[in-house]
């Protein structure tokens, strides 16, 4: 059984960083891809990043791309997302997500797999 659990939220200051982490305490020898998505109030869930987690082939939406890096760490089983140069647009609450399936997908519906989710805020 596979069990995602997010941390590393937080209110962080405009042009600040944070470090999410989502620690898999099941097993991960059937999971493909790892990938984070957020979700702002009164929007949709958006696919933010995701990782292959056998070769570590990285995809970022174009909103984050350049500031936010994807990364995993197999002997730990957790998935990382650092975010730098932090927006006000950037606030949500950040989610991780597994798959079984062989490729990297933008759509929530891919994956089967979901932490409990940690608040990110930045304001000033």
């Known amino acids: 059984q596979v069990q995602l659990v997010d941390a590393g939220g937080g209110l962080v200051q405009p042009g600040g960083s944070l470090r999410l982490s989502c620690a898999n305490s099941?097993?991960?020898?059937?999971?493909?891809?790892m990938g984070w998505f957020r979700q702002a109030p009164g929007k949709e869930r958006e696919f933010v990043s995701a990782?292959?987690?056998?070769?570590?082939?990285?995809y970022y939406a174009d909103s984050v791309k350049g500031r936010f890096t994807i990364s995993r760490d197999k002997a730990k089983n957790t998935l990382y997302l650092q975010m730098n140069n932090l927006k006000p647009e950037d606030t949500a609450v950040y989610y991780c997500?597994?798959?079984?399936?062989?490729?990297?997908?933008?759509?929530?519906?891919?994956?089967?797999?979901w932490g409990q989710g940690t608040q990110v805020t930045v304001s000033s």
């Open positions: 997500a597994a798959t079984s399936r062989d490729y990297i997908s933008r759509q929530s519906e891919t994956y089967k797999y």
């Open positions: 099941g097993r991960t020898g059937s999971l493909y891809v």
């Open positions: 990782i292959t987690w056998s070769l570590g082939i990285t």
